[in-house]
């Protein structure tokens, strides 16, 4: 075989090892159509799978289906922003994928009347096990190239939206800020302490709700796209206008799940992408 028909075979076998989803150096991040809720799937450039946040009680279904479209048959790593059922619901759904996983949430008491609690409980049975644990306020989990840098609300408010889990995701320059359903004093909060909130893309706060997303909140993070979960018609009136519009007017590009249906953008660690049927745009 001459040398560049060697070469060329040689191209061709890497391409084919490549992990599934992303190309060589390449970060993959989908945010799944879950309806009501959340569930981002982030693919690292050496094949690992991180899942932050899991849909709801009923569309856990719909994420452990995509999970298999993508021949992932287990997550190295799951992340629960905080407990509302439509961040950790679907992890019901999600039992023989996470076996083996790193499991993080904010480690709150999980308390709830009736059958609600109940819930909690099979909650704490399934996931606070095995490999679980609390991550420390600015503490950077790191997967091949992807880091994942954890921020934990320290003020007075106790609601769970408040204290939700914050995670950057970093791939090189590329910035992904996940705030989960952190509001207006989530925000505040991590503005007053000086956090470096820049990012390329924002996990808008609380399904886009009037109750997040304020105007140096958005300035502060400045970010080209602007992703919001939600299902069509939502019950609670999300997205609110007036968040849309204000992420519009600082040149953000709103893209909503309930409109797009899964959303993925790739990152070559310094420059992210979305797709659009196959092609990035």
């Not at 993959?28 to 849909?55: N, Q, R, S, W, Y």
């Not at 997550?75 to 790193?102: K, R, S």
Request: glycine share 12%; net charge negative; aromatic share 6%.
């Amino acid at each position: 075989m001459g040398g560049t028909a060697a070469l060329s075979a040689l191209i061709i076998l890497l391409a084919l090892l490549s992990p599934a989803g992303a190309i060589a150096g390449e970060a993959v991040i989908t945010f799944l159509d879950v309806g009501e809720g959340e569930a981002v799937l982030v693919e690292t450039p050496g094949g690992k799978k991180v899942l932050v946040d899991t849909g709801n009680l009923v569309t856990g279904r719909s994420v452990a289906q995509a999970l298999r479209r993508r021949s992932i048959d287990s997550l190295d790593a799951v992340f629960i922003t905080h407990h509302h059922p439509d961040h950790m619901g679907g992890v019901f759904h999600l039992a023989p994928f996470i076996e083996e996983a790193l499991r993080f949430d904010n480690g709150v008491e999980l308390k709830a009347p009736g059958c609600e609690g109940d819930m909690y409980r099979y909650f704490a049975d399934l996931f606070r096990t095995g490999r679980y644990r609390v991550p420390a306020d600015g503490e950077e989990i790191s997967f091949d190239e992807v880091t994942f840098h954890v921020m934990r609300y320290g003020g007075e408010k106790r609601d769970w939206n408040t204290n939700s889990l914050v995670i950057m995701v970093r791939h090189g320059g590329v910035r992904i800020l996940l705030m989960g359903d952190g509001g207006l004093e989530t925000e505040r909060y991590l503005i007053e302490k000086g956090v470096d909130l820049r990012a390329q893309l924002l996990k808008v706060g609380h399904h886009g709700a009037a109750d997040a997303s304020s105007e140096a909140f958005i300035k502060a993070v400045s970010p080209r796209y602007a992703v919001i979960s939600i299902d069509s018609g939502n019950r609670r009136g999300y997205p609110s206008k007036e968040v849309v519009e204000r992420l519009r007017r600082a040149g953000a590009r709103v893209l909503i799940t309930a409109e797009r249906g899964d959303i993925t953008l790739r990152s070559d660690g310094s420059a992210l992408k979305k797709e659009s049927k196959g092609n990035s745009d």
